[in-house]
């Protein structure tokens, strides 16, 4: 964090091209916006403050946004919330410096990057809080004027039931200001656009860097009519029903929709399924990409306490290992990537389909050795019944 400090006021110091690039949800977006105030604060011109947003369904390290990120002419470049991987530099720029504030599951990063990463600090921080306890030591108005912002990144990720304890920050000062349901609606409202079809994050960025309190959020015409949607698009796709691996381990939705709605019906659906065996929620969902399948996969609230813990990544893992062939390098760097309880990946429609029938999706569980099959009840030939009876009267 110290190190991390330096970097944002060198930056300030340089006043050269700077370049946010935060992710699309709700933790990244905020995170986004704490840096840019803070950089402000500590003197950067706005003017060479500029963003980078992600395209429907790609990531930091695909090509294409190296290039887009290459053509802004950054000098320092600001990674919040994007997972981490190995590889080229963000941007292959001369004298660029990059860093990185994360808190996905990762122990490999791009080269040259400086890094700052709560994945292994558990209870986890959010991207949000981190950015938060970072900025706020170098400003004196950072606490007071993101503290909100710190509050809707964190519940955007850890949910609505996330009690602030050691060794999380005291927020008293902002939930005396904010209530826990306006936070809540607010997380709703920002993470609406990126669900879409038409995937309109720039909406959600613009009001969330433009307002100064949550009111002004919550009245955002746009941001209100992108929820509606996704509540519709969830309400139409949520009723699907699950069908299970065959050792009842892994629940499998399958849904159609270019909606962005996949992982909320699977946290909705871990909530509610119970038994002995589950432990993994999954929803795949064949519209959003074409050709691909997007999917996301929770812990099931049953499955939360067993022992040893259960790990969606190395669950994931485990499945596809199980091919004998060459599925686990077809399935690419874009599976099994987020943290142990909430995974997912983005994969070819046909290797998808491929790790279902290692999974045996579908298929019956087999039966305990010994156990014989249950006779169904005969039914009795005689057709006037006392039912029939009553019936014709």
């Given amino acids: 964090m110290i190190a991390a400090r330096a970097f944002f006021r060198e930056c300030a110091k340089a006043q050269k091209p700077t370049l946010i690039v935060p992710d699309k949800d709700a933790d990244g977006l905020s995170s986004g916006v704490i840096v840019h105030r803070t950089l402000v604060k500590l003197g950067l011109d706005p003017k060479l403050l500029d963003v980078h947003l992600v395209q429907k369904g790609s990531n930091i390290h695909e090509e294409d946004e190296r290039k887009v990120m290459l053509e802004k002419k950054p000098t320092f470049v600001i990674v919040l919330d994007q997972g981490s991987r190995s590889g080229p530099p963000v ?86 200001k904010h209530t826990k349901k306006a936070i809540k609606d607010c997380v709703s409202y920002i993470n609406a656009p990126r669900r879409t079809g038409t995937y309109d994050v720039v909406t959600a960025w613009k009001a969330l860097l433009e307002a100064k309190d ?103 893992k485990a499945v596809a290992d199980l091919d004998t062939t060459d599925l686990v390098q077809r399935l690419g760097s874009s599976f099994a990537r987020g943290h142990k309880e909430a995974s997912g990946g983005i994969v070819n429609t046909a290797e998808f389909e491929e790790l279902c029938l290692l999974m045996k999706v579908g298929e019956k569980p087999d039966r305990p050795e010994g156990e014989t099959p249950k006779k169904k009840a005969e039914k009795s030939p005689q057709k006037n019944t006392l039912n029939n009876y009553f019936r014709k009267s």
């Fill in 214 to 316: 949550l009111k002004e959020i919550l009245s955002n015409r746009r941001l209100e009519e992108a929820r509606r949607e996704i509540n519709f698009e969830v309400e139409k796709h949520t009723h699907t029903p699950p069908k299970f691996s065959k050792d009842g381990k892994i629940a499998v939705l399958k849904i159609n929709t270019q909606a962005q709605v996949h992982p909320v019906i699977a946290t909705r659906w871990a909530g509610h399924l119970k038994s002995k065996a589950l432990e993994i929620v999954m929803v795949a969902n064949y519209g959003y990409l074409p050709g691909k399948v997007n999917f996301s996969c929770r812990i099931a609230r049953c499955a939360r306490d067993r022992d040893p813990p259960v790990n969606i990544i190395e669950s994931l």
């Fill in 91 to 176: 941007i292959d720029g001369p004298g660029v410096k990059a860093l990185l504030i994360d808190h996905h599951l990762s122990d490999e990063f791009p080269k040259d990057a400086q890094v700052v990463s709560a994945c292994h600090y558990p209870p986890v921080a959010t991207t949000s809080l981190v950015t938060f306890e970072i900025c706020k030591d170098l400003d004196q108005d950072i606490a007071q004027e993101c503290g909100y912002l710190c509050a809707i990144g964190t519940h955007g990720d850890l949910g609505n039931t996330l009690k602030w304890e050691p060794p999380f920050p005291d927020m008293t000062e902002t939930f005396k």
